[in-house]
């Protein structure tokens, strides 16, 4: 929006002018103004001494790939693409003077200061799907752990045989959290050695728990993004839903082995956990439980129900239908 001296007045400082040029032409067009702001290159024409400027051409910083003069005409080429993907490209004729010497630079600096911004969100972005990817993969192999403990109880070799598989199948996927020694496991299983067996599986559990304990370590491809601020789930929390879901899926089978008092341990211990991990999950779920006044009972139909929301809140980041 214009007054009627030229000028430019704007609604907010994003749209407030960082540069301007009077006296541009535009390529197959007539003669304005071009204008810098925080967002956008604009290029406004007047068709009159009395009439107020009119926005012929706004190019959205953040879709401009180029941006260089061309010494010999004096023209500022810009290369973008329009709001359908499509690559565009325009020439603009500067007069002499400091106002078009300045823009050029001026509008490179919002450039870089853009991209650094989308390549900072872009890293960001990553590193949050990394965290729900690998929450994801300590679910699923922590799950088929836990149901090898139950198929030990039961010496069900052959459900032990199916979980041990999977669990290959996730190693050679790269799904597995590295430095566990899952092949230890593997080995053991055809012995049918159920003691070694399980001290084995053991070896793995402390070996994935131990590796979830450590701070994790910035990988190059995060640079040095401050992590902390991120919203939602963190490096921590994979460590509480690994313990929820290990300590979840025992349940069963310490209800066929120890004595309700236990188990009434083992449920209150659940509760807490899901307490910490209600407060990642709290947009999938909403409701708010007072788990320190609910019996034992309530307590696990609200672990149950945890159990559930988890899932879901892990399927759907990581796209799993």
Same mark, same amino acid.
């Given at each position: 929006?214009?007054?009627?001296?030229?000028?430019?007045?704007?609604?907010?400082?994003?749209?407030?002018?960082?540069?301007?040029?009077?006296?541009?032409?535009?390529?197959?067009?007539?003669?304005?103004?071009?204008?810098?702001?925080?967002?956008?290159?604009?290029?406004?024409?007047?068709?009159?001494?009395?009439?107020?400027?009119?926005?012929?051409?706004?190019?959205?910083?953040?879709?401009?790939?180029?941006?260089?003069?061309?010494?010999?005409?004096?023209?500022?080429?810009?290369?973008?693409?329009?709001?359908?993907?499509?690559?565009?490209?325009?020439?603009?004729?500067?007069?002499?003077?400091?106002?078009?010497?300045?823009?050029?630079?001026?509008?490179?600096?919002?450039?870089?200061?853009?991209?650094?911004?989308?390549?900072?969100?872009?890293?960001?972005?990553?590193?949050?799907?990394?965290?729900?990817?690998?929450?994801?993969?300590?679910?699923?192999?922590?799950?088929?752990?836990?149901?090898?403990?139950?198929?030990?109880?039961?010496?069900?070799?052959?459900?032990?045989?199916?979980?041990?598989?999977?669990?290959?199948?996730?190693?050679?996927?790269?799904?597995?959290?590295?430095?566990?020694?899952?092949?230890?496991?593997?080995?053991?299983?055809?012995?049918?050695?159920?003691?070694?067996?399980? &001290? #084995? %599986?053991?070896?793995?559990?402390?070996? @994935? *728990?131990? $590796? !979830?304990?450590? /701070?994790?370590?910035?990988?190059?491809? +995060?640079?040095?993004?401050?992590?902390?601020?991120?919203?939602?789930?963190?490096?921590?929390?994979?460590?509480?839903?690994?313990?929820?879901?290990?300590?979840?899926?025992?349940?069963?089978?310490?209800?066929?082995?120890?004595?309700?008092?236990?188990?009434?341990?083992?449920? &209150? #211990? %659940?509760?807490?956990?899901?307490?910490? @991990? *209600?407060? $990642? !999950?709290?947009? /999938?779920?909403?409701?708010?439980?007072? +788990?320190?006044?609910?019996?034992?009972?309530?307590?696990?139909?609200?672990?149950?129900?945890?159990?559930?929301?988890?899932?879901?809140?892990?399927?759907?980041?990581?796209?799993?239908?």
């Amino acid at each position: 929006m214009s007054d009627d001296n030229g000028s430019t007045t704007c609604v907010d400082d994003r749209q407030r002018p960082v540069a301007v040029v009077k006296n541009v032409r535009l390529e197959g067009g007539g003669k304005g103004q071009l204008l810098l702001t925080e967002r956008a290159l604009v290029f406004e024409a007047r068709r009159g001494f009395f009439s107020k400027p009119r926005t012929e051409l706004e190019i959205d910083l953040s879709a401009i790939s180029s941006a260089v003069m061309d010494e010999e005409s004096k023209a500022l080429v810009v290369e973008w693409l329009d709001e359908n993907q499509e690559y565009s490209a325009i020439r603009m004729y500067l007069p002499k003077g400091k106002a078009a010497e300045d823009l050029c630079p001026a509008l490179n600096e919002s450039l870089e200061r853009i991209r650094a911004g989308e390549e900072l969100a872009r890293r960001r972005a990553a590193y949050v799907d990394f965290l729900w990817g690998t929450a994801y993969d300590v679910w699923c192999v922590t799950g088929l752990l836990a149901g090898i403990i139950d198929g030990l109880t039961r010496e069900d070799w052959q459900a032990i045989d199916g979980l041990v598989q999977d669990i290959e199948s996730m190693a050679m996927d790269g799904s597995i959290v590295p430095g566990v020694p899952m092949q230890a496991l593997s080995d053991a299983v055809p012995s049918r050695d159920g003691p070694l067996v399980l &001290r #084995r %599986l053991l070896d793995v559990l402390r070996g @994935l *728990g131990s $590796t !979830l304990n450590n /701070e994790l370590l910035p990988a190059e491809e +995060w640079g040095e993004l401050v992590l902390e601020d991120l919203p939602g789930l963190k490096w921590r929390d994979i460590r509480y839903i690994y313990l929820f879901e290990v300590r979840s899926r025992l349940l069963h089978p310490m209800r066929r082995l120890c004595s309700q008092e236990e188990v009434d341990g083992a449920v &209150r #211990r %659940l509760g807490k956990i899901s307490q910490l @991990l *209600g407060e $990642t !999950l709290s947009e /999938e779920q909403q409701d708010v439980v007072s +788990w320190d006044k609910l019996d034992t009972a309530e307590l696990e139909s609200e672990v149950d129900n945890m159990a559930v929301n988890l899932e879901r809140a892990l399927e759907s980041r990581v796209g799993v239908a």
